[in-house]
């Protein structure tokens, strides 16, 4: 006898969005912890950028190729090439490898990618509404921070460190919240997911 039951096959790969996602958020917090000028820079975050919030991204995007999600590269493995070369920023100068960039060299920095990210957002609108917090928070972030740099600001500079921290804290719960709805295989925490 022949089943008439459907066969289910998934590709065997686990979600990495997750793992991007408390990466960019755990970075993001970090440093914007200093930012909000409670802490200075350091090699904590530093090694953060490099480690979690760049090589763990960026692995997450490449996965996320692998399950044939456009979206889910783009978003990873830009944002974790961004904290790679944010790290390079700082660090470089300090090498002598070149001079350490102007205010206007990071105004224009940190406005393309909050251009990106504003772009990207309306990628989350067939998502769900804890990216949708995401990108949004992230777009007024860059814009924050170019608004600091533009202005010499220490007010601005540090309102968008706290606004930086409410940003990558709604990564993490979106991540967190991705993991643990997984294994209880229902919704745990909630990310307001959008009719399709």
């Not at 000028?37 to 350091?42: A, H, L, S, V």
């Not at 393309?112 to 990216?131: D, S, Y």
């Not at 601005?156 to 967190?176: D, M, P, W």
Request: aromatic share 12%; net charge neutral.
């Amino acid at each position: 006898m022949i089943s008439t039951t459907p066969v289910v096959v998934t590709d065997g790969i686990a979600n990495p969005a997750p793992l991007g996602l408390c990466a960019f958020g755990l970075t993001t917090v970090l440093l914007n912890i200093h930012n909000a000028g409670f802490i200075e820079m350091n090699t904590m975050i530093l090694a953060m950028g490099i480690f979690y919030g760049g090589l763990a991204q960026v692995i997450a995007g490449v996965i996320e190729a692998k399950k044939n999600n456009t979206f889910g590269l783009t978003a990873f493995t830009s944002y974790g090439f961004f904290w790679l070369s944010l790290v390079g920023l700082i660090v470089m100068p300090k090498l002598g490898w070149g001079t350490k960039p102007s205010e206007g060299a990071m105004c224009a920095y940190l406005g393309i990618w909050g251009v990106f990210t504003f772009c990207l957002f309306f990628g989350t609108l067939k998502l769900n509404r804890a990216l949708q917090f995401v990108f949004a928070s992230l777009t007024i972030l860059f814009f924050l921070l170019v608004a600091g740099d533009a202005t010499g600001s220490e007010n601005v500079k540090h309102f968008a460190g706290y606004e930086g921290i409410l940003c990558g804290a709604s990564a993490i719960y979106t991540g967190i919240a991705n993991v643990l709805n997984e294994v209880y295989g229902r919704e745990v925490l909630p990310i307001g997911t959008v009719n399709k």
